[in-house]
């Protein structure tokens, strides 16, 4: 399958700064690609869609001046937490679509956000 | 009522036997259907994709829909500790690159020696 890749893996601050998450996509274009955010023993919860070029496209009750997105290139998006809170400590994955209508999505390995 | 159902479980099998998951949902617009594992603090990893109604077989795993009964399956035949994951649905109501996945809660299984 595709692959993605997420950087850091694992990150800790303090409460009130921000932290960029990177996602690549190695082996594919992605003109579209997705943020979800899992806590504990819950599923994954889609935050926003990324697109290549243009705004990010937000779920409701997600703070886009919060969770700044960046979609620069094809084979980059990345996340930024702003003024980061503890209740913001989660893990947050990154997918990507590959080509045609009958692919699916290919998860990041996650990043795991500890606001201390 | 939510639109998509899973017994999150946790779910103990020996190592074996033949395990099933499965996953109800709402939403009749759902065309499209996946299984993911994912390990530990790992991303989840497609297992199988189903477009529409019917079964699909990879190996130890066979994907069932039944979009009649607003129901999918996941079989593992003679299931490996290696197996233990937590297995989790997902499932759109387009293709393409723009869909949205819409998740389950995902079953916690694990396969003893």
Redesign the interface.
Known sequence: ?AV?S?HPSWVICKSGTSVKIECRSLDFQ???M?WYRQFP??????MA?SNEGSKATYEQGVEKDKFLINHASLTLSTLTVTSAHPEDSS?Y?C?G?V?S??D???????T?LTVL | QKEVE?D?GPLSVPEGAIVSLNCTYSNSAFQ?F?W?RQYS??????LM?T?SSGNKEDGRFTAQVDKSSKYISLFIRDSQPSDSATY?CAMSNS???????T????TLLTVNP
Do not use: C, D, H, W
Request: net charge positive.
């Open positions: 399958g993605v997420q992605a003109t579209t997705f023993k819950q599923s994954l919860m889609l869609t893990f994955i997918s679509p080509g209508p009958t699916t999505q290919y998860f990041g390995p996650g795991r | 899973q999150p499209y996946m993911y603090r790992k991303g989840p990893e497609l994709y477009y989790l293709g393409g690159s723009n869909y949205k996945l998740f389950g809660k995902g």
